[in-house]
């Protein structure tokens, strides 16, 4: 198994796996529904329209995020885009790790019907053009304000659900060792 290639055309139905598949790797889908997902993987094409054509990858907003908006927001961020931005955004200049730039994707495509955001030097480059107009969107610690929970207390009960399909294996495991160390939590718990 290996990744989508650039510019590799799928036919894909999770939101999740479709934002990373365009965003991180570059590949063309959509956000099909399962009948065409099927009809696709049996007869080996699929149609010529929405994130499939390229000129429907134009970018014509930028967000540009204030620099107090770290890691612990990324979350956040994600479901901001998700709910109030439209078309597809550009976040520029701001350094997001690979795990960062999978939880901003997976909440914006839970929160809103992004298919595609460009990262700045993460996106490959070609499997998308950015307009000569573009909106330029600033985005601070208080826009995200109302997208943040609180904490578990020492002892609460948290229910997560990680994976589809920009969970790595080593991440996964990552996890299972780093609870695996937690005092106050059961490894039977969870469902492998």
């Not at 965003?23 to 094409?45: D, H, K, Q, W």
């Not at 002892?155 to 790595?168: A, Q, R, T």
Request: proline share 5%; net charge negative; with cysteine.
């Amino acid at each position: 198994h290996r990744p989508p290639a650039p510019l590799e055309r799928l036919a894909w139905g999770e939101s999740n796996a479709v934002i990373i598949a365009n965003s991180f790797y570059g590949a063309m889908t959509n956000r099909e529904g399962g009948p065409i997902a099927l009809a696709a993987a049996l007869t080996g094409y699929i149609y010529h329209a929405g994130l499939q054509v390229m000129d429907n990858r134009v970018v014509e907003k930028e967000i540009v995020l204030d620099q107090s908006i770290g890691e612990e927001l990324y979350g956040a961020l994600g479901l901001w885009i998700g709910e109030n931005i439209t078309g597809i955004p550009l976040i520029r200049k701001h350094r997001l790790s690979i795990y960062d730039a999978k939880i901003v994707l997976a909440a914006s495509a839970a929160s809103g019907s992004h298919g595609l955001i460009v990262l700045e030097n993460i996106t490959p480059q070609n499997t998308y053009r950015i307009s000569d107009k573009v909106e330029k969107i600033s985005v601070d610690v208080k826009d995200l304000r109302k997208y943040r929970g609180t904490p578990p207390s020492v002892g609460e009960e948290v229910l997560f659900y990680i994976g589809c399909p920009h969970l790595h294996p080593s991440e996964f495991m990552f996890i299972y060792k780093y609870l695996e160390k937690q005092e106050h939590v059961n490894k039977y718990d969870f469902l492998l």
